[in-house]
């Protein structure tokens, strides 16, 4: 089965500065890749995907990249603010299985 | 719309117990699954369901049911609860098949368990 990779576990960046967050996926069959933002006390929420025939995708402050050949995908925010700060997970998934394999997750903590 | 709903938020339960976790969605969704959330683990996928009738086991099954005896709702159930079942249960739901294979899984706010 599909195994998802994230790092690092935790990580702290000052206001203002960019956040980077990195996984890796073993199924070369997935092709969709959400990442989700986890506040304290509730469920994860959608924030970005990307789709396997597309390499980069922006949404304001927010971007994710994957490298289809490496396995790789990363989530980018830039501009940080105190709002950023929350546990960040990534997933993969393949066509024709709803099931989403998750990372470990990401806390991240915005230094003001 | 209410989206996906979760009760109770809190549970304490003594080993051998057992209880349901309710989980609803009024969004019409086919798919339903349950998550665990552990520290350091992520998201570990219980149970899941294409449609009414239909269930399938993920990744951590064992000491848990469920049932679809509906569209809409999604129950968990606990038959006798081991001190390794403490955890944080989530419930999602999302569109299944013929919208697509990229359907964005909403998630509830969550059930927090723990099992002296």
């Known amino acids: 089965g599909e195994n998802v990779e994230q790092h690092p576990s935790t990580l702290s960046v000052q206001e203002g500065d960019s956040a980077v967050i990195k996984c890796t996926y073993s199924d070369s069959a997935s092709n969709y890749f959400p990442w989700y933002k986890q506040e304290l006390g509730k469920g994860p929420q959608l924030i970005i995907d990307?789709?396997?025939?597309?390499g980069e995708k922006k949404d304001q402050r927010i971007a994710v990249t994957l490298n289809k050949t490496a396995k790789h995908f990363s989530l980018h925010i830039t501009e940080t603010q105190p709002e950023d700060s929350a546990v960040y997970f990534c997933?993969?998934?393949?066509?024709?299985?709803?099931?989403?394999?998750f990372g470990t997750g990401t806390r991240l903590t915005i230094i003001p | 719309n209410a989206g996906v709903t979760q009760t109770p938020k809190f549970q304490v339960l003594k080993t051998g117990q057992s209880m349901t976790l309710q989980c609803a969605q009024d969004m019409n969704h086919e798919y339903m699954s349950w998550y665990r959330q552990d520290p350091g683990m992520g998201l570990r996928l219980i149970h899941y369901s294409v449609g009414a009738g239909i269930t399938d086991q993920g990744e951590v099954p064992n000491g848990y049911n469920v049932s679809r005896s509906t569209t809409e709702d999604f129950p968990l159930r606990l038959l006798s609860a081991a001190p390794s079942q403490t955890s944080v249960y989530f419930c999602a739901s999302s569109y299944f098949g013929g919208l697509g294979p990229y359907n964005e899984q909403f998630f509830g706010p969550g059930t927090r368990l723990t099992v002296l």
């Open positions: 990307i789709r396997s025939n597309v």
């Open positions: 997933a993969a998934r393949h066509f024709g299985n709803e099931k989403l394999t």
